[in-house]
């Protein structure tokens, strides 16, 4: 599996950006695809992720009620809307695959568990 990920740049606060994560190889229901972000000087953080089959959803505290996930099974491509970004989203942004099914929130959050990750795409939020 491989993941290309797109739709970053430079916002001012209060604005919108839609990243997009194009994943070329087979994805199965089962899989979760989840973004992560890697903020300047920090560690990588979990965001928002979803199972590909069923539409499971989770997202981090920080960006609930203004990201929203979703999923174009005919075009293998996960979204990530993000809607009033704040100067600390400012990050690098990753997509990534999980080919273990796991049900469990907290292991979802975990990038270790993930397989397949894209290159990031940078997005800065100006204030």
């Known amino acids: 599996v491989q993941l290309q990920a797109s739709g970053g740049g430079l916002v001012q606060a209060g604005g919108s950006l839609r990243l997009s994560c194009a994943a070329s190889?087979?994805?199965?229901?089962?899989?979760?695809m989840g973004w992560f972000r890697q903020p300047p000087g920090k560690e990588r953080e979990f965001v928002s992720r979803?199972?590909?089959?069923?539409?499971?959803?989770d997202y981090a505290d920080s960006v609930k009620g203004r990201f929203t996930i979703s999923r174009d099974s005919a075009k293998n491509t996960v979204y990530l809307q993000m809607n009033s970004l704040k100067p600390e989203d400012t990050a690098i942004y990753y997509c990534?695959?999980?080919?273990?099914?796991?049900?469990?929130?907290?292991?979802?959050?975990?990038?270790?568990?993930?397989?397949?990750w894209g290159q990031g795409t940078q997005v800065t939020v100006s204030s």
């Open positions: 979803i199972t590909w089959g069923g539409g499971s959803l």
């Open positions: 990534a695959v999980r080919t273990a099914y796991s049900n469990s929130y907290s292991s979802n959050r975990d990038p270790v568990r993930y397989d397949y």
């Open positions: 190889g087979s994805i199965l229901s089962s899989n979760v």
